[in-house]
């Protein structure tokens, strides 16, 4: 096996090799409103949650040899934004918005992506999308050489479609979440596998076939 040493590692190197191994991600399909109330829209799989109380998400925004991107600049300048969850359904105009357009330009009225008035925030969300979450803006944290930029928001409202949404969960089966891999390249869930929950841990047989746990 070979040792790579990440101190010889150019961005671009380590980039490659990150997103091949960090995977699969879920993707946020962020909108924001620029200064002339302008709706952009772009996605990003570099995102998970990071706390519960109150609920929130960090996304981690690239630069462009050390410009902001769209997304970046607007969350910065107006302090809110939407998470839609992108599903199997929407892999083509989430991918297509993820162009490198001209910051006056709006990705959904180009696109023709529906928006659909978020509750608590100004900018919109993506009708099509069953997951939209409404954040504002806790605090950014920028990390390394002007490369990155982690933005962390509170979820101030969760809408979720009552076909995929009971007794507060999410069904998994009806979601059907796409995940993102290197590069180009995506995946839909596979197969779902239910564990024990921990309290029944202890010595116990492994089991051959995962559908014959109690
Ligand atoms: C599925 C997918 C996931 C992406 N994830 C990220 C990400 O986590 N961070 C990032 O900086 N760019 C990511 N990108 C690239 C941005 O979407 C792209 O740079 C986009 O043009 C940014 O748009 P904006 O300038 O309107 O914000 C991703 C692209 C795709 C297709």
């Given at each position: ?82 998470v839609n969850v992108?599903t ?31 509750r ?5 969300r993506?009708?099509?999308s069953p997951i939209a979450l409404e ?20 979820v101030?409202a969760f809408n979720i479609n009552d076909d995929i949404y009971a007794d507060g969960r999410v069904d998994?089966?009806k979601f ?39």
């Amino acid at each position: 096996m070979p040792l790579i040493d990440a101190k010889e590692l150019s961005a671009a190197d380590a980039y490659r090799l990150l997103v091949g191994i960090v995977v699969p991600r879920p993707i946020a399909w962020i909108t924001t409103l620029d200064g002339s109330g302008r709706v952009n829209a772009a996605p990003f799989s570099c995102y998970t949650f990071v706390c519960n109380r109150p609920p929130m998400l960090a996304i981690n925004l690239g630069r462009r040899d050390g410009t902001l991107k769209d997304t970046a600049r607007n969350v910065r300048q107006r302090g809110d934004f939407v998470v839609n969850v992108v599903t199997e359904a929407l892999i083509a105009p989430m991918h297509q918005s993820s162009s490198d357009f001209a910051p006056e330009i709006s990705e959904p009225s180009l696109l023709g992506i529906e928006l659909a008035p978020s509750r608590l925030i100004d900018p919109p969300r993506i009708a099509a999308s069953p997951i939209a979450l409404e954040c504002r803006l806790d605090r950014i944290i920028e990390l390394g050489e002007q490369a990155n930029d982690l933005v962390i928001g509170r979820v101030v409202a969760f809408n979720i479609n009552d076909d995929i949404y009971a007794d507060g969960r999410v069904d998994m089966r009806k979601f059907r979440p796409l995940a993102r891999l290197g590069g180009p390249h995506y995946a839909y869930l596979g197969e779902i596998i239910t564990m024990p929950s921990s309290d029944n841990f202890g010595p116990r047989p492994v089991l051959a076939n995962p559908s014959e746990v109690p």
